[in-house]
């Protein structure tokens, strides 16, 4: 079945330690985004790819890296974690069709900085 | 400032009666909105969607209603079942296709037998 794949499903990092979380899709989309969603919270937007151009939202700190090497992998890269950043990690692609987008969520990966 | 509003955290709700979860926007540049379940462990899933245009859109047991006077849209489940019983996310884009969601907190919605 096509899907939107994430790993790891629970990810711990250590306060300051780099960390990587990785999705992955089978669909072909052309759009691919990142959410952080913290406890109780909203899914908020970090920025998306579509293609190769990057798009970042205004108030995604400087923390938060992106890599889209290929159509089908998208990477989040937390240079420097800290306590507030233990949130749920939500990657979504889209295809490009005005009125008839619909994005597409994998199962998010946990995240927890000790 | 939150652009998406789910005032209820909760709903409770009977098993085959109608559950009705609202939502309210302040964005008046949204032009298309979305429904997404969630159940605990899983991605949401994309459940309705309504553009601007419509006030009214229909699929099976689910439909949404928009009234962009009053920046408020609802989704009504009739009959509700107990599968229905997630959290359940309006949210709400502006500008072309690629844009990404702004997300309400949720609403999980409870059914009882």
């Known amino acids: 079945d096509a899907m939107v794949i994430q790993n790891p499903r629970y990810q711990v990092t250590q306060f300051g330690k780099p960390v990587t979380l990785s999705c992955s899709q089978t669909?072909?989309?052309?759009?691919m985004y990142w959410y952080q969603q913290k406890s109780s919270q909203a899914p908020k937007l970090l920025f998306h790819?579509?293609?190769?151009?990057?798009?970042n939202e205004a108030d995604t700190p400087d923390n938060f890296q992106s890599r889209r090497p290929n159509t089908s992998f998208c990477f989040l890269d937390i240079r420097s974690p800290g306590l507030g950043d233990a949130a749920m990690y939500l990657c979504?692609?889209?295809?490009?069709?005005?009125?008839?987008?619909?994005?597409?969520f994998g199962p998010g990966t946990r995240l927890t900085v000790l | 400032d939150q652009q998406v509003k789910q005032n209820s955290p909760s709903l409770s709700v009977q098993e085959g009666r109608i559950s009705i979860l609202n939502c309210d926007y302040t964005?008046?540049?949204?032009?298309?909105f979305l429904w997404y379940k969630k159940y605990p462990a899983e991605g949401p899933t994309f459940l309705i969607s309504?553009?601007?245009?419509?006030d009214k859109n229909e699929d099976g047991r689910f439909t949404v209603f928009l009234n962009k006077s009053a920046k408020h849209l609802s989704l009504h489940i009739v009959p509700s079942q107990p599968g229905d019983s997630a959290v359940y996310f309006c949210?709400?884009?502006?500008?072309?296709?690629?844009?990404?969601?702004?997300f309400g907190k949720g609403t999980h919605l409870i059914i009882q037998p």
């Open positions: 979504a692609t889209s295809t490009r069709k005005y009125g008839t987008d619909t994005q597409y």
């Open positions: 669909l072909n989309h052309n759009v």
């Open positions: 790819y579509y293609d190769k151009d990057f798009n």
């Open positions: 964005n008046s540049m949204f032009d298309y």
């Open positions: 309504i553009s601007s245009i419509k």
């Open positions: 949210a709400a884009r502006s500008g072309g296709g690629a844009d990404g969601l702004t």
